[in-house]
Nanobody, 123 residues
């Protein structure tokens, strides 16, 4: 069964950092663009950051630009999201998904979501 497994979430104080991992099982990530999305209680799911399969082009939502960094390690079949200078507004469940993207646009390619990983930012 093909799926993503997200991990690395937790509780962190404002200004802190977390590194999220998105590991694919059942298929090889090499040829796919992958993105991170998040959903806070009472809000719609939003795109956070995406990375292409070829040249590693990236997309960042304006709210996270300069604070978050997406990367991928195809040997580990994993995409990472390094989150620095976390703010309470970053608290959400974070999901990864296959995406269609440019450097200014990113959207999930399929409406299929894993369990996600919870990020809580609180003092």
């Amino acid at each position: 069964q093909s799926q993503f497994v997200e991990s690395g979430g937790g509780l962190v104080q404002p200004g802190g950092s977390l590194r999220l991992s998105c590991t694919a099982s059942g298929f090889t990530l090499d040829y796919y663009a992958v993105g991170w999305f998040r959903q806070a209680p009472g809000k719609e799911r939003e795109g956070v950051s995406c990375i292409s399969s070829g040249d590693g082009s990236t997309y960042y939502a304006g709210s996270v630009k300069g604070r978050f960094t997406i990367s991928r390690d195809n040997a580990k079949n994993t995409v990472f999201l390094q989150m620095n200078s976390l703010e309470p507004e970053d608290a959400a469940i974070y999901y990864c998904a296959l995406v269609v993207m440019t450097t200014t646009y990113c959207a999930p390619e399929y409406d299929y979501w894993g369990q996600g990983t919870q990020v809580t930012v609180s003092s």
